[in-house]
């Protein structure tokens, strides 16, 4: 399987190449910059292997949400390159990358919050669960709304395994400090300075690949979640 991954969605601007077992990678945090830099890593990655973009089997985006410039950056190179080699596409959830990224790094988490900063004073946030295949899985909808917006699922505080720790992840914790005192997660230090990466993005597009599930280039389209993120303000009305 040979899957090449990309994401611009926040400051992390990263790469990588899943290939027979192996990832190859490359990532760096910018404040600007993205579009300068991802199609330098895209050909570093490729050539690393010693593959040519139309030899591999799928193409993965974090396709949001993020930054409006950003997350449309992901989508249009990935559906240029798509066009050009012939390949399908598979859309991943930023968010959901940066959850399958913490329960990397502690195998012991089963359940995450996931909220990441969406400016104007408000978190893009969605809630996560570790399946049975090690792979996070979403428990509701992706959300952005003011940090007093964000609630747990209902499922979490009763039912089986209700128990089970909550964790918080993401930047938006710290972006935000207030939502430790609105819901109760625990915590782990570094899972709150995480940001999502293409290694993530490409494990979680593995399996649709695996299984044919592939959208066709045009299907590369951005996840905003904020609606008027490029609303033109109407003139007033002169009566």
């Known amino acids: 399987m040979r899957i090449l991954a990309l994401d611009t969605a926040t400051e992390s601007c990263s790469t990588a190449l899943l290939i027979d077992g192996r990832c190859i990678a490359q990532e760096t945090e910018l404040e600007r910059g993205h579009a300068e830099r991802i199609l330098i890593m ?20 974090g396709r949001g949400p993020g930054s409006f410039t950003g997350v449309r950056l992901a989508a249009s190179v990935t559906q240029g390159l798509a066009f050009g080699a012939g390949l399908g596409v598979v859309p991943v959830s930023d968010l959901r990358a940066v959850a ?14 996931v909220c990441n900063d969406a400016r104007m004073g408000e978190v893009y946030w969605a809630c996560y669960e570790r399946g049975s295949d090690g792979l996070a899985g979403a ?13 747990l699922p209902a499922s979490w505080s009763s039912g089986e395994g209700s128990a089970s720790s909550v964790y918080a992840v993401g930047r938006g914790f710290v972006a935000h400090p207030e939502l430790r005192s609105i819901i109760s997660v625990e915590s782990v ?9 293409a290694v993530e993005i490409a494990m979680l597009a593995a399996p649709e690949v695996a299984k044919g599930r592939l959208a066709g280039p045009e ?13 033109v303000a109407q003139p007033k009305s002169s009566n």
């Open 42 to 61: 895209i050909d570093a990655v490729l050539a690393e292997a010693g593959v040519k973009l139309a030899g591999l089997d799928a193409i993965a985006f």
């Open 100 to 113: 399958q990224r913490a329960f990397e790094l502690s195998s012991t988490m089963t359940r995450a919050l």
């Open 139 to 151: 428990v509701g909808d992706e959300r952005v709304g003011k940090p007093a917006s964000v609630v």
């Open 189 to 197: 230090g570094a899972c709150q300075r995480l940001l999502p990466r």
């Open 219 to 231: 299907a590369a389209i951005p996840v905003y979640l904020r609606d008027d993120v490029a609303r």
